[in-house]
C-alpha cells in the first residue's frame, strides 16, 4: 500500500517502485543469480534495462537504487513487458488488501507512551508504511520487515502490539507461549469481551486510556480519513507478561 504522500507519484513512478520494493522484498536473500521482472508497465521496463533514463528524474533515481541494491548482491536484473490481461494474479492481491489493518496510532500519543513505560525494541504488526519503530515485523514481505508474520517468530524481547482487534485472543496466547516478559499493548476497552479477563491477569502496569480524537489514529494512505468507530472507540495502553 502506498502512503498518502507516493500516492501524489506518476503512475509510471508508483509502477516501478511496486517492482522495486518486490525485489527487495522477495529477493533479499538471493545471491549470484538472474532475477527476471515481468511487469505491465512499459516504461519501468525500459529504465530496468537501460539501467536508468533521462526523460523522468524520479524514474531514474528508483533505477539506480533498485541496480544499486542488486549489484551489492551480484544479482542481474532484466524485465519484459507482459499484458495487463496476464497479469490478473498480481493484480488481484493489490486489490483485496484491506486499509483496516494499517490504522495506525498517532505518532505523538505513541511517545508519549514511551516515555511512560520505555521504548520497545520491535513493533510486531506493521508495515513499510505504518511502523512505529525501525525494527517491526510485517504480515506481507516487506523490504525492511525483519520477519513476515509475527506469529511465527518469538516474542522474546520488548514487544509493541497493536494488533488488529479479532487477533487479540490469539496474541495474549502467544504471549503466554512465549513466557514474553515485557509487551506494550494498545487495546479497546471492551470488558464483556472474553478475552478481557485474561487480559487483566496479565497486566503488569496501570492502564492509561488514550484521549479521544478524531486524530487518535490515522491511515498512511489517507491521511485526512477518520475512524469510522472514533466516537465509541476507547482505546487503552497498559504493559503485559506471558509470564506468572
Known sequence: MWRDDERKENINVL???AAMLAVQSLCRELTD???????DNTTAVAYINSMGGTRS???NDISRQLITWCKARGIWLSACHIAGKDNAKADSYSRKQSIHTEWTLN????KNLCQTFGTPVIDLFASRT???LSRYMSLYPDPNAEAINAFLHSWDEYVYIFPPFNLIPRVLKKLVEDQTERAL???PMWTTQSWY???ETMRKSQTIHL??????????SDTKAIHPLYRKLRLTACILSGKK
Do not use: D, G
Open 130 to 132: 505504518n511502523h512505529q
Open 33 to 39: 543469480c538472474h532475477v527476471r521482472i515481468e511487469i
Open 211 to 220: 484521549k479521544l480524537s478524531k486524530t487518535l489514529m490515522f491511515l498512511p
Open 107 to 110: 505518532k505523538a500519543m505513541f
Open 15 to 17: 509502477e516501478f517502485k
Open 197 to 199: 479477563p485474561k487480559l
Open 185 to 187: 499493548i494498545i487495546v
Open 57 to 59: 528524474l524520479k524514474c
